[in-house]
């Protein structure tokens, strides 16, 4: 059976019992081995003529609500208008997801800056394309009363290592008192984060917008984090060997500018534009007040300097790429 990157655990170096540690190691491991198929979102759907498989692209995303103009662009015929035969596919977790390119599946994803700089370093043919506007938030269980991120000391927070969400990791760090620290399991999938936090199983951890809330009505607490911590980290990634012809480097320009159309689709009127399904396949049913917020979605953006300077810097410090490593690569040009 194959068993993907989401089983693997990691703990900063402190001391913790070890038949808790234990049963959390089990359960991310049996838990990631038994993930389900990404759903592939609109290859047999009535609103879409068929195309010959040759012609179809696919990209990776996350039920992620920055993910839904790419969604919407796929589904409603924006990239069709645009020259491209695209289809969404849907993983629960981020790492599945790049890694869903890296081995040739497909041609782009959803990622953050920091995991394509990692991924880049270590020779995957990855290059970022631009920055969203993905939120996270950190929700802590219930039954420990916490109402303050410097109260996380000595807790599992579940995270994606080397990522974004463990980048703010760092920042919870900073906030605890006596240099103590949070312990982190790496729990990629989405779900199994949740169901997790949801059985004590872990004592917080970040999650996407819809879950957080669904936590949150749960009776689950939110951990107030300053946003712009990281503002702008994450985005989305395309294949260089597929960008290896400027026929197809302009075709990824194209999935940024499908981007911004769906973007202005939804923010006039998200709900009249997405069906049952579709509310369903990105977690929404229930929550459609956050189709409302009036940030909930925003264009692409070509990653800044400052952005590119940050995520380099925070992976020499974790001596995950060396320090000659530059952002000369990074960005499709």
């Given at each position: 059976?194959?068993?993907?990157?989401?089983?693997?655990?990691v703990?900063?170096?402190?001391?913790?019992?070890?038949?808790?540690?234990?049963?959390?190691?089990?359960?991310?491991?049996?838990?990631?081995?038994?993930q389900?198929?990404?759903?592939?979102?609109?290859?047999?759907?009535?609103?879409?003529?068929?195309?010959?498989?040759?012609?179809q692209?696919?990209i990776?995303?996350?039920?992620?609500?920055?993910?839904?103009?790419?969604?919407?662009?796929?589904?409603?015929?924006?990239?069709?208008?645009?020259?491209?035969?695209?289809?969404t596919?849907?993983?629960?977790?981020?790492?599945?997801?790049?890694?869903?390119?890296?081995?040739?599946?497909?041609?782009?994803?959803?990622?953050d800056?920091?995991?394509?700089?990692?991924?880049?370093?270590?020779?995957?043919?990855?290059?970022y394309?631009?920055?969203?506007?993905?939120?996270?938030?950190?929700?802590?269980?219930?039954?420990?009363?916490?109402?303050?991120?410097?109260?996380?000391?000595?807790?599992?927070?579940?995270?994606?290592?080397?990522?974004?969400?463990?980048?703010?990791?760092?920042?919870i760090?900073?906030?605890?008192k006596?240099?103590?620290?949070?312990?982190?399991?790496q729990?990629?999938?989405?779900?199994?984060?949740?169901?997790?936090?949801?059985?004590?199983?872990i004592?917080?951890?970040?999650?996407?917008?819809?879950?957080?809330?669904?936590a949150?009505?749960?009776?689950?607490?939110l951990?107030?984090?300053?946003?712009?911590?990281?503002?702008?980290?994450?985005?989305?990634?395309?294949?260089t060997?597929w960008?290896a012809?400027?026929?197809?480097?302009?075709?990824?320009?194209?999935?940024?500018?499908?981007?911004?159309?769906?973007?202005?689709?939804?923010?006039?009127?998200?709900?009249?534009?997405l069906?049952?399904?579709?509310?369903?396949?990105?977690?929404?049913?229930?929550?459609?007040?956050?189709?409302?917020?009036?940030?909930?979605?925003?264009?692409?953006?070509?990653?800044?300097?400052?952005?590119?300077k940050?995520?380099?810097?925070?992976?020499?410090?974790?001596?995950?790429?060396?320090?000659?490593?530059?952002?000369?690569?990074?960005?499709?040009?």
């Open positions: 059976m194959y068993c993907p990157l989401s089983c693997f655990i703990l900063d170096m402190f001391p913790v019992k070890l038949p808790r540690l234990t049963f959390v190691l089990i359960v991310a491991l049996f838990a990631g081995c038994a389900k198929t990404p759903q592939t979102t609109n290859n047999s759907d009535s609103r879409q003529k068929a195309v010959p498989a040759q012609e692209l696919t990776a995303i996350l039920p992620t609500i920055d993910c839904l103009p790419l969604y919407v662009a796929s589904q409603y015929g924006i990239f069709d208008s645009l020259g491209l035969k695209i289809k596919v849907i993983y629960e977790s981020q790492m599945d997801a790049e890694q869903s390119v890296v081995k040739g599946k497909n041609i782009g994803c959803a990622t800056i920091i995991r394509t700089a990692l991924l880049q370093y270590q020779k995957a043919p990855l290059r394309l631009f920055s969203s506007n993905r939120e996270w938030e950190l929700i802590a269980n219930k039954k420990l009363r916490i109402s303050k991120i410097q109260q996380l000391n000595n807790r599992l927070v579940g995270i994606t290592r080397l990522s974004t969400i463990d980048f703010l990791s760092d920042y760090t900073a906030q605890l006596n240099e103590q620290l949070i312990l982190r399991p729990i990629n999938n989405i779900d199994t984060r949740l169901q997790m936090l949801e059985n004590a199983q004592d917080a951890a970040f999650l996407p917008l819809q879950r957080a809330l669904y949150r009505k749960k009776g689950h607490t951990l107030a984090i300053d946003k712009s911590k990281y503002d702008r980290l994450a985005g989305f990634a395309v294949s060997k960008t012809s400027k026929e197809n480097q302009d075709k990824a320009l194209l999935l940024s500018k499908g981007y911004d159309i769906a973007v202005e689709k939804l923010k006039k009127n998200a709900q009249s534009v069906n049952e399904k579709d509310l369903q396949r990105f977690r929404l049913k229930g929550y459609e007040s956050l189709l409302q917020k009036p940030q909930s979605f925003a264009k692409a953006r070509v990653a800044t300097t400052a952005q590119m940050t995520a380099l810097d925070w992976l020499k410090s974790k001596k995950a790429i060396s320090s000659a490593f530059s952002s000369d690569t990074l960005l499709l040009k």
